[in-house]
């Protein structure tokens, strides 16, 4: 036998060889696989029409974000959108509360009171955390009406299957329709869009919808209803938490729900998220991990820091008064729970009562505070009883799921609206003791395993 040419006798030039084909290929390769968060058994049939034509003075694609994560260690696997359609259907039909092996659903409290979300004290709040006795009425908003058009009223009565809902109060956002929808969404999915005056002004300039308050008014695919928001709150902020945490209540024959913040657009079907994220998990709500904070105190701090809340003292009250009575750091003692802050801008519900109470409480003290979820996220979740089951995916999925755009920029570079109040919480009885250092001392030494050196009063602001 001839010997091999001089060029493979040489074994270091041929590893060398090897590696570089192999690193050529996995770069390819990289380069032209999709995102691996996303992973669908077979593919669907996807609506090919544009649902909506915007004018081009409105600009629905300026200021978007980039995606910071191209890939994820915990991909999503999508069923078939026809067996997934199915399933969700079945899911919805046969549900009832007469079924013997379901909880009771929830009882509201009712009356009147010149605040929505009515007047309680950190006391009374707190006593509901505990539901263990299903005949207790829960306090859930509504203590004065929601002010929006019988019309509408009634469409949202008879949504009763999966609910998308949103929100632009203030005109903060722009209104963009979802991609990726299958051929049978529009038909079996309700997608509502509340808005208020100052907004519904912005879309009615741009002739996106008609000033005729007597027809039902479309954006593509979404159904758009004006709140007579100056009737709520003060606050834009805190008017768009009603939707966002009492959706159960304006939808109350729909069984699941996805909330989606206006500055996301969503791009992939919501009955495959629903199906996936919650369905196939076996939770009663989904939400996205936090891409940089795990302890409620991280997120507290940046909110001051970064002025996404202006009453910095509200905010030390609100801490000292979760950590006196019961908020603990994120550790492994809390797992299944990976995280103690989520990304609340995308949040799936199964509407049952173990969720719909979390959506209660954790709006009561959102009312009480203010409107950064965030931060009163973990002490409802922790304190409560029952529990819901929790899916808490990955904040790769999250990026992948929705595209994030940037708030509408107003003039003058200040937060749209300006400060404004909404109302103190708690009484003076039970607000502590003053001091957020002594309230969240040891707080913040679990958190940093050392003695806090500099005074937290300083570090929140």
Same mark, same amino acid.
């Given at each position: 036998?001839?010997?091999?040419?001089?060029?493979?006798?040489?074994?270091?030039?041929?590893?060398?060889?090897?590696?570089?084909?192999? +690193?050529?290929?996995?770069?390819?390769?990289? $380069?032209?696989?999709?995102?691996?968060?996303?992973?669908?058994?077979?593919?669907?049939?996807?609506?090919?029409?544009?649902?909506?034509?915007?004018?081009?003075?409105?600009?629905?694609?300026?200021?978007?974000?980039?995606?910071?994560?191209? #890939?994820?260690?915990?991909?999503?696997?999508?069923?078939?959108?026809?067996?997934? /359609?199915?399933?969700?259907?079945? @899911?919805?039909?046969?549900?009832?509360?007469? #079924?013997?092996?379901?909880?009771?659903?929830?009882?509201?409290?009712?009356?009147?009171?010149?605040?929505?979300?009515?007047?309680?004290?950190?006391?009374?709040?707190?006593?509901?955390?505990?539901?263990?006795?299903?005949?207790?009425?829960?306090?859930?908003?509504?203590?004065?009406?929601?002010?929006?058009?019988?019309?509408?009223?009634?469409?949202?009565?008879?949504?009763?299957? /999966?609910?998308?809902?949103?929100?632009?109060?203030?005109?903060?956002?722009?209104?963009?329709?979802?991609?990726?929808?299958?051929?049978?969404?529009?038909?079996?999915?309700?997608?509502?869009?509340?808005?208020? #005056?100052?907004?519904?002004?912005?879309?009615?300039?741009?002739?996106?919808?008609?000033?005729?308050?007597?027809?039902?008014?479309?954006?593509?695919?979404?159904?758009?209803?004006?709140?007579?928001?100056?009737?709520?709150?003060?606050?834009?902020?805190?008017?768009? /938490?009603?939707?966002?945490?009492?959706?159960?209540?304006?939808?109350?024959? $729909?069984?699941?729900?996805?909330?989606?913040?206006? *500055?996301?657009?969503?791009?992939?079907?919501?009955?495959?998220?629903?199906?996936? @994220?919650?369905?196939?998990?076996?939770?009663?709500?989904?939400?996205?991990?936090?891409?940089?904070?795990?302890? +409620?105190?991280?997120?507290?701090?940046?909110?001051?820091?970064?002025?996404?809340?202006?009453?910095?003292?509200? @905010? *030390?009250?609100?801490?000292?008064?979760?950590?006196?009575?019961?908020?603990?750091?994120?550790?492994?003692?809390?797992?299944?729970?990976?995280?103690?802050?989520?990304?609340?801008?995308?949040?799936?519900?199964?509407?049952?009562?173990?969720?719909?109470?979390?959506?209660?409480?954790?709006?009561?003290?959102?009312?009480?505070?203010?409107?950064?979820?965030?931060?009163?996220?973990?002490?409802?979740?922790?304190?409560?009883?029952?529990?819901?089951?929790?899916?808490?995916?990955?904040?790769?999925?999250?990026?992948?799921?929705?595209?994030?755009?940037?708030?509408?920029?107003?003039?003058?570079?200040?937060? +749209?609206?300006?400060?404004?109040?909404?109302?103190?919480?708690?009484?003076?009885?039970?607000?502590?003791?003053?001091?957020?250092?002594?309230?969240?001392?040891?707080?913040?030494?679990?958190?940093?395993?050392?003695?806090?050196?500099?005074?937290?009063?300083? @570090?929140?602001?």
């Amino acid at each position: 036998m001839g010997k091999p040419p001089a060029l493979f006798q040489s074994k270091l030039l041929c590893f060398s060889l090897l590696y570089l084909f192999a +690193t050529l290929f996995l770069a390819l390769y990289t $380069s032209l696989s999709p995102a691996k968060c996303l992973l669908r058994s077979s593919p669907f049939d996807p609506l090919q029409s544009p649902l909506f034509s915007y004018p081009p003075s409105y600009g629905e694609h300026k200021y978007a974000l980039p995606t910071a994560r191209p #890939s994820c260690s915990s991909p999503v696997l999508f069923s078939d959108y026809s067996e997934a /359609v199915k399933e969700i259907g079945d @899911l919805c039909a046969n549900s009832s509360w007469s #079924s013997p092996l379901q909880p009771p659903p929830l009882r509201y409290k009712q009356g009147g009171d010149d605040n929505f979300g009515g007047t309680f004290s950190d006391r009374e709040r707190f006593s509901y955390f505990d539901h263990r006795n299903k005949s207790v009425e829960v306090p859930c908003g509504f203590f004065k009406e929601f002010p929006i058009g019988m019309d509408d009223r009634q469409a949202m009565e008879k949504c009763g299957g /999966v609910v998308v809902a949103s929100a632009i109060f203030n005109d903060h956002d722009k209104i963009r329709q979802p991609r990726g929808l299958g051929s049978q969404t529009l038909a079996s999915v309700c997608f509502f869009m509340f808005v208020d #005056s100052a907004t519904t002004k912005v879309l009615e300039n741009h002739n996106l919808i008609s000033p005729n308050l007597r027809a039902a008014r479309r954006i593509g695919a979404w159904r758009i209803v004006e709140v007579a928001g100056e009737r709520l709150y003060g606050n834009p902020a805190m008017n768009g /938490v009603i939707p966002k945490h009492l959706v159960h209540r304006l939808f109350p024959n $729909s069984k699941f729900s996805v909330w989606i913040d206006a *500055k996301l657009q969503m791009v992939v079907d919501p009955v495959l998220l629903v199906h996936s @994220l919650l369905v196939r998990e076996g939770a009663d709500m989904a939400v996205s991990k936090h891409p940089y904070y795990v302890h +409620t105190m991280e997120e507290a701090m940046a909110t001051a820091r970064w002025k996404k809340w202006w009453d910095v003292d509200s @905010l *030390k009250k609100q801490m000292e008064t979760y950590c006196e009575n019961g908020l603990q750091p994120w550790s492994h003692d809390k797992l299944p729970y990976t995280s103690d802050v989520p990304d609340s801008a995308l949040i799936l519900r199964r509407h049952i009562p173990a969720s719909n109470l979390f959506s209660c409480l954790l709006f009561n003290e959102l009312d009480a505070f203010n409107p950064r979820d965030q931060l009163a996220f973990a002490y409802v979740r922790d304190l409560m009883s029952p529990k819901p089951r929790l899916h808490m995916f990955d904040v790769e999925v999250f990026e992948q799921v929705v595209l994030e755009y940037r708030h509408n920029l107003k003039r003058g570079g200040g937060a +749209t609206g300006g400060p404004r109040r909404t109302k103190r919480a708690g009484s003076p009885e039970s607000s502590g003791n003053g001091s957020f250092g002594g309230g969240c001392e040891k707080y913040l030494q679990e958190m940093w395993g050392v003695n806090p050196i500099v005074d937290s009063l300083q @570090l929140i602001t």
